[in-house]
C-alpha cells in the first residue's frame, strides 16, 4: 500500500485551493496518504505535504459536502 502521491501539479492545485500545508515524513506510518512535489518522497526528512483527504474534500461537488 502507499502513502504518498508525487505529483508537482497536484501540489500546485492544493496551494491554490489554500488547503493546509503539513508534512510528510516516510519514516513514520501515520496512516494518511499525502501529496508531494515530484522526487520527494523518498526523502531521508519531513517535505512539506498536503493531506489527500483535503484535497478530495475541497473539490468534492456541493452536495457531498453538504451532506456531511
Not at 508534512?23 to 493531506?51: K, L
Amino acid at each position: 500500500m502507499f502513502n504518498c502521491i508525487e505529483s508537482s501539479a497536484l501540489m500546485n492545485v492544493c496551494r491554490a485551493l489554500e488547503l493546509p500545508l503539513g508534512w510528510y515524513d516516510n519514516t513514520v506510518d501515520n496512516g494518511d496518504v499525502c501529496i508531494v512535489d515530484d522526487g520527494q518522497a523518498n526523502y531521508s526528512h519531513p517535505v512539506p505535504a498536503f493531506r489527500l483527504s483535503d484535497y478530495l474534500l475541497a473539490t468534492a461537488p456541493v452536495d457531498v459536502k453538504e451532506a456531511r
